[in-house]
């Protein structure tokens, strides 16, 4: 019986270290190893990135052109910023189109106007990236109602309505990407304190990883993009080893693009992802909910202070 034990021990002990080993493997291939992702067949072709003024839908604005792909810049003013982003890639070579459109407010007239627009450019790849959040951590019973509306209809609504707008193009011609914006937080982290955010991120992850069972034999690849912070207006993070930059970020993104459906590509975050992943529940939820609270606490001290010296 003992010798029984000891060799089913040794066993469940071999199959756990084959099995790191094999995710360690697995791991430096996709981010250290493997080719990066050949965009070629969409050089030329147009891609539209929603929320492409600033912080990550900037950084892979930046990054699709690079690569020579022209890109139909989506975020809520003409104004400068839209401009600038639109500049920079232009100076990379490549066509831009600048669509001023705001997803929180947008009827149904104008997302007709705006697939009229972009049907002309026969997009064959979308970055559903507009986001927004609340300014800081809130308890969901103390959250406005505008704020739960704004986030449903600007991180949910318009990835929904966008998808259905481009796919259909993309599946015709048996070529396309489409990128949905998740996060960490719904993919991998819960989010106390950032309740409807973190909902609407699993709703994008979730919905990337659906549609993706439903075109891959039509010819288009569908990922759930997971990151943790990235600088950016957003974040609020300063740039550090896990915070990478927008640019960073977004050339670690289009390496994998035809890697795991669901991917946080920035290699520091797939180690975070790792490792909370084997946490319980119950440990991440407490974990992020005491950050969330310092966060709050300390958001909530700095608005008082600017508010004194008005
Ligand atoms: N940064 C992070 O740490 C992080 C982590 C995980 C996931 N994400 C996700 O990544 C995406 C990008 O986030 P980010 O950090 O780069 O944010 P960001 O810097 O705040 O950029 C948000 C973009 O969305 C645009 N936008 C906001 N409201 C809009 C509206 N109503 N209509 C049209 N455009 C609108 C903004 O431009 P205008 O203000 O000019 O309209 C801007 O271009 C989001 O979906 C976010 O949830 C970010």
Not at 155 to 160: D, T
Request: proline letters at 5%; one cysteine or more; charged letters at 20%.
């Amino acid at each position: 019986m003992g010798a029984m034990w000891e060799t089913l021990f040794a066993a469940i002990g071999f199959l756990t270290v084959a099995i790191l080993e094999l995710r360690a493997v697995v791991f430096i291939w996709r981010h250290f190893l493997s080719p990066s992702a050949s965009l070629s067949k969409y050089k030329g072709s147009w891609a539209v990135v929603t929320g492409a003024s600033s912080g990550i839908g900037a950084g892979l604005s930046r990054a699709l052109a690079a690569r020579g792909v022209n890109v139909a810049l989506i975020a809520r003013g003409k104004g400068e910023k839209l401009e600038a982003v639109a500049a920079e890639c232009k100076a990379l070579g490549v066509q831009t189109a600048v669509l001023p459109f705001d997803f929180a407010t947008a009827d149904d007239e104008q997302y007709a106007a705006l697939a009229r627009m972009l049907s002309e450019l026969h997009p064959s790849i979308l970055v559903n990236n507009v986001g927004v959040n609340v300014d800081f951590p809130t308890h969901f019973s103390q959250m406005e109602d505008a704020d739960m509306e704004r986030i449903v209809t600007v991180n949910v609504s318009a990835a929904n309505k966008m998808t259905r707008m481009l796919l259909p193009g993309m599946v015709e011609s048996k070529k396309g990407i489409v990128l949905f914006m998740s996060s960490s937080a719904g993919s991998f982290a819960p989010g106390p304190l950032l309740g409807p955010y973190t909902a609407s991120k699993a709703y994008m992850d979730q919905l990337a990883i659906a549609i993706s069972g439903e075109v891959a034999r039509d010819g288009v690849t569908v990922h759930s993009v997971a990151p943790f912070f990235v600088e950016s207006a957003m974040a609020k993070m300063r740039r550090s080893f896990t915070v990478p930059d927008a640019d960073t970020f977004a050339r670690a993104t289009l390496r994998m693009i035809g890697g795991p459906t669901r991917m946080s590509p920035y290699w520091p975050h797939g180690i975070m992802a790792a490792v909370l992943g084997v946490l319980p529940m119950k440990m991440q939820v407490k974990y992020v909910a005491d950050l969330h609270e310092g966060l709050r606490k300390r958001a909530i001290r700095k608005r008082d202070r600017l508010a004194k010296q008005r």
